[in-house]
């Protein structure tokens, strides 16, 4: 196991209690009103208060969910608002990125509190783990909830992580595994912002850390040319050990790349011996279990199937 560099400890935000309020906003694509609805409901029926803000379902007529300052400044009031003990995105897309520096943190960081979503708003994990070291949940977003599927484990994951519990999870193994045990503080997300954040001062330290990484709709031949970034700049030597999730809807070139998305992965990071599993749950899909970034966690790769516990 590779030792961390020392680095000041990660804080944790408060478990949500019965009651609590929880904020729902959109800093990065428009999402229709309607496709939170079943959200609100379950959140209502796990005990929690919501406040829905207004760039769910938007008037905006371009990709956004708002301008740029309408964004930044429903989220600003989410981070700084007391009586909100989370903020759920509704859904990612583009546009996290364009907000992230039109923030200020000051008051987040004496009252922290949870940060949820996945794909664009990697690059709000990425941001908190670097510059406050507030840790965050990659998790479902709204339109996860939608048509019964809020009782599914891995919606239910979410619910059990802002409840305090810590999380445990068993997967099989895939051929292409390589074998070992880490330990490490857990990062990552979408291989696109991973990849787009080096070199900003939203990018984390990954020395000693766990790294995931999850993508879609993705050219096989720009995947691995995120990937070769990743390596070119020395995160890849650094880890602890790397999990892939789900790249689902790859798509080819007419003339073919000659690899499929798994082998593609394994090449680029053949050279390096910590532990590494392919097909985790951890995707744009249903499969989507509910992460901290910035948690402390157990990862073991056997040849009888892969675990990863949150310590």
Request: aromatic fraction near 10%; hydrophobic fraction near 35%.
């Amino acid at each position: 196991m590779r030792k961390t560099k020392k680095e000041k400890a990660i804080i944790q935000p408060d478990a949500l209690k019965p009651g609590d309020l929880i904020g729902i906003t959109c800093p990065a694509g428009y999402m229709q009103k309607e496709k939170i609805n079943d959200c609100v409901k379950t959140l209502r029926q796990w005990g929690y208060e919501v406040i829905v803000g207004h760039t769910v379902g938007s008037k905006s007529k371009t990709y956004f969910s708002g301008t740029d300052e309408e964004r930044a400044a429903e989220m600003q009031a989410m981070l700084d608002a007391p009586e909100i003990k989370a903020i759920l995105c509704g859904r990612g897309g583009y546009g996290t990125g364009r907000i992230i520096d039109l923030l200020d943190f000051s008051k987040f960081k004496k009252q922290p509190k949870w940060v949820i979503g996945f794909s664009d708003i990697t690059v709000l994990h990425l941001h908190l783990n670097r510059q406050l070291r507030i840790a965050s949940l990659h998790a479902p977003m709204a339109a996860a909830f939608q048509n019964g599927a809020s009782r599914n484990k891995y919606v239910q994951s979410l619910k059990n992580a802002l409840g305090g519990m810590k999380s445990s999870y068993s997967v099989k193994s895939s051929p292409l595994n390589r074998t070992g045990t880490a330990k490490g503080e857990l990062i990552g997300g979408n291989l696109a912002l991973v990849a787009h954040l080096i070199g900003t001062s939203s990018f984390p330290d990954m020395a000693g850390k766990i790294l995931f990484l999850e993508d879609i709709d993705e050219q096989l031949y720009n995947i691995d040319r995120m990937m070769y970034q990743l390596k070119r700049s020395g995160v890849l030597k650094e880890l602890a050990g790397l999990i892939f999730g789900g790249f689902s809807k790859t798509k080819d070139t007419e003339r073919p790349f000659g690899k499929k998305i798994d082998q593609l992965l394994f090449d680029v990071i053949s050279d390096n011996t910590y532990p590494v599993c392919f097909d985790f749950p951890v995707s744009h899909e249903t499969q989507n279990y509910a992460l901290k970034e910035g948690g402390f966690y157990q990862f073991e790769v056997s040849k009888k199937g892969v675990s990863l516990h949150e310590q």
